[in-house]
């Protein structure tokens, strides 16, 4: 495809205003696009150490008060607003800072922006299913617990049965 400022109108596609913008690095969008990512790497090493515990973790003999179940929709929960972040700075910080402009210009529209877009507002629904899915899942836990047997036993002989 020729690189004909016609052939898309009204877009910044083979504009030679948008193909010769240069950044300037000192500008408020740069500080706020690098500002998250402060808090966001910390916390990032803090969702690694709870994921590599749940995958280490002896899920076969019990212990009171942890229930893989539980853990896991913690740690995929954190994850994906993790991902969610990732996607939304892709979508919303990167772009406001003008890194990539000029290579958006000088390219055809294509599919890759889309896919960021699409993944952002997937792992967004994502992350706002989990504060539905944990209490589900400890009602799930309280209701049918593994040891409903043993606890059965136990509240008969405190009733004298």
């Given at each position: 495809m020729s690189s004909n400022s016609t052939l898309w109108p009204n877009t910044i596609h083979f504009n030679e205003t948008y193909m010769n913008y240069r950044i300037q690095w000192n500008g408020w969008?740069?500080?706020?696009?690098?500002?998250?990512?402060?808090?966001?790497?910390?916390?990032?090493?803090v969702i690694c150490k709870i994921f590599s515990v749940y995958l280490s973790a002896n899920w076969t003999r019990p212990e009171p008060?942890?229930?893989?179940?539980?853990?896991?929709v913690i740690s995929l929960s954190q994850l994906t607003v993790f991902i969610f972040f990732l996607f939304d700075w892709f979508m919303v910080r990167l772009p406001s800072t003008g890194l990539f402009t000029s290579w958006c210009a000088s390219i055809d529209p294509n599919h890759f922006l889309k896919f960021i877009f699409m993944m952002?507002?997937?792992?967004?629904?994502?992350?706002?299913?989990?504060?539905?899915l944990m209490p589900v899942v400890r009602l799930v836990v309280v209701s049918f617990p593994r040891n409903h047997f043993k606890k059965l036993t136990i509240s008969r002989l405190t009733q004298g049965q």
């Open positions: 969008p740069q500080i706020c696009a690098i500002l998250p990512w402060i808090y966001i790497l910390p916390s990032f090493h008060g942890l229930n893989q179940h539980v853990f896991l952002a507002y997937y792992t967004n629904y994502c992350a706002m299913i989990f504060p539905f």
